[in-house]
């Protein structure tokens, strides 16, 4: 056998491979993993210019499978102001002051991870006046999919009369008969998001359209900056693959162009986003990316839609009416016509990814994949905020993949537990946020963050997965070590139809790995978010590296 470029070894080396689950040392080259075994088979691979990093005992696991995210977004976003943690008014005030003084150039003040309760009534734009009223500023929810914006940005983004919109999308009108300031879901908020100029890196998840004009070189080149930035990101928390859950063909020649020039450094997979307003012809654009975008870096192959939105505006559809209202959301697709659009994208045989949150968006999302009668495409739904126990056994029975997120729980990580006063029922507590109990079930599970909605770093993902407490009424939702390692790495592949490839550590298979900074499974559950990465690898090429472990340091 040739020589091995790297040898990682005297490592706890968790494979996630049933055939050899443990093992001490991996052998890498030409991208490849060469070998996987005890230190002496492995090491005897050694050559004069193979490079041996000494783990010192360190987890050595395959590089994390980031299974719903939103890169260009992210990305994006890492350059705006963020407000995580930031409530009250003169605290909000202080920090958009002090990002406006930073920044006199730029045409809007956006702001990332305002909480709903960031001030102690609802947010108007006579709030965001009283900070600044000469420039246009805007605030995003974590969830995106809710802005607040001041009255300078609704005047420029043509809003401030009110807009019609799609159903679903709203911009919230006073009794005064002028908008609030609060826009509701992606259309609603595009027109503000639009005055920083980059509305086209948007397009993919608020229109399901490519940019017209197509961005020149000097345009793509800002652009891919941007893209660089959350793929040094995201290898930072060990990823080295990721499902992208927004964006069109514009996305994928991106990263096609950052592949050829050398810095892509994880592999993505695209979707076509279907819209409700879209005519079944449009399906032939996602057959055409998926045929033209099939490599090893970038892909295609599947379709995204959004059945629904999300709890805390009450835009997510339930099959009872919200908390002390009369309101239960509406689905986005009606239900009839989204079986047949199921029907067609399996008959062109794509894979289909929906959002779906409330249990009336579940359970209608259930229906069309059991009308499509494609288990072998692996459909999958995204988020299961809420499902009603009828559901429950139906993914199992139907092979559809549980895509959920650790972080997102409502006091599980960042989001807080009001939220769960505020928009379930009590006696509904024990079928939200249920992991455990789909898995019992039979569905396959697929962890991620949906970064930026939520912090992108695995190593706090699993430790909100393995230290969730129950809700009141509830039971016990934690899965165990092994199977949240499984959904951040095997699973989130399979998942995303790329085990041939990715997800394990067995010779033959993508050099991509992730060494732990510690033993994973001596880690007290409640400190394994503060544990770093030592060393990110995604095709055999290091991707980030804090304590230049490939030369030899330890």
Not at 135 to 158: E, F, S
Not at 337 to 364: N, T, W, Y
Not at 484 to 504: F, I, N, P, V
Request: proline share 5%.
């Amino acid at each position: 056998m040739t020589a091995a470029e790297m040898i990682i070894t005297n490592a706890k080396v968790l494979t996630m491979d049933e055939a050899r689950p443990l093992a001490e040392a991996v052998a890498l080259g030409s991208g490849r993993i060469l070998a996987v075994g005890g230190r002496p088979e492995v090491e005897a691979l050694a050559g004069p210019a193979t490079r041996v990093v000494d783990a010192g005992g360190r987890t050595l696991l395959p590089g994390f499978v980031e299974s719903h995210l939103h890169l260009v977004l992210g990305g994006n976003e890492l350059s705006q102001l963020q407000l995580g943690g930031v409530s009250g008014f003169e605290a909000l005030a202080a920090a958009f002051r002090d990002y406006a003084a930073k920044n006199p150039g730029l045409p809007l003040l956006m702001a990332q991870g305002a909480a709903y309760e960031i001030l102690d009534h609802p947010v108007t734009r006579h709030d965001l006046d009283r900070i600044i009223s000469d420039r246009p500023i805007a605030m995003m929810a974590p969830d995106h999919h809710t802005v607040w914006a001041n009255t300078a940005a609704m005047q420029a983004a043509g809003l401030l009369h009110g807009a019609a919109m799609p159903a679903g999308h709203v911009v919230v009108m006073g009794a005064d008969g002028t908008a609030t300031g609060e826009l509701l879901e992606f259309e609603a908020f595009s027109p503000v998001l639009a005055l920083t100029g980059d509305l086209h890196l948007q397009l993919g998840i608020a229109t399901g359209g490519e940019p017209d004009p197509w961005p020149d070189a000097a345009q793509r080149a800002k652009d891919k900056e941007k893209v660089a930035a959350g793929l040094a990101h995201c290898a930072a928390h060990g990823i080295t693959s990721m499902v992208n859950m927004d964006g069109n063909r514009y996305t994928c020649v991106l990263l096609k162009e950052m592949e050829a020039e050398g810095r892509l450094t994880a592999r993505v997979k695209v979707p076509f986003h279907f819209k409700p307003h879209m005519e079944m012809a449009e399906l032939e654009r996602a057959s055409a990316m998926a045929a033209e975008f099939q490599g090893e870096w970038v892909t295609s192959g599947f379709v995204k839609m959004f059945q629904d939105g999300v709890v805390d505006s009450r835009t997510a559809y339930m099959l009872q009416d919200y908390p002390g209202t009369t309101e239960r959301g509406a689905p986005l697709f009606e239900a009839e016509r989204f079986k047949d659009i199921c029907r067609e994208i399996s008959r062109r045989d794509l894979q289909i990814a929906v959002h779906a949150i409330g249990d009336g968006a579940v359970r209608q999302t259930i229906d069309g994949y059991e009308a499509a009668g494609r288990p072998d495409l692996r459909h999958r739904i995204e988020h299961i905020e809420l499902i009603d126990r009828a559901d429950v056994p139906r993914l199992g029975a139907l092979g559809i993949t549980a895509s959920v997120q650790p972080p997102h729980p409502p006091g599980a990580m960042d989001f807080p537990m009001s939220t769960m006063e505020h928009v379930f029922h009590k006696h509904r507590w024990k079928d939200a946020y249920l992991t455990k109990t789909l898995a019992d079930h039979g569905a396959a599970l697929a962890f991620a963050s949906d970064w930026p909605v939520t912090d992108v770093s695995v190593m706090r993902g699993i430790q909100a997965a393995l230290t969730r407490v129950p809700y009141e009424g509830a039971g016990d939702e934690r899965v165990g070590l092994m199977d949240c390692l499984r959904a951040y790495t095997a699973g989130g592949a399979w998942a995303a139809h790329m085990e041939g490839l990715t997800g394990k550590l067995r010779a033959g298979l993508a050099a991509d790995l992730v060494l732990i900074d510690g033993d994973i499974e001596a880690i007290p559950a409640d400190r394994v978010g503060q544990t770093g990465i030592a060393l990110t690898i995604a095709g055999g090429r290091v991707t980030h590296d804090p304590f230049q472990m490939a030369d030899g340091v330890k």
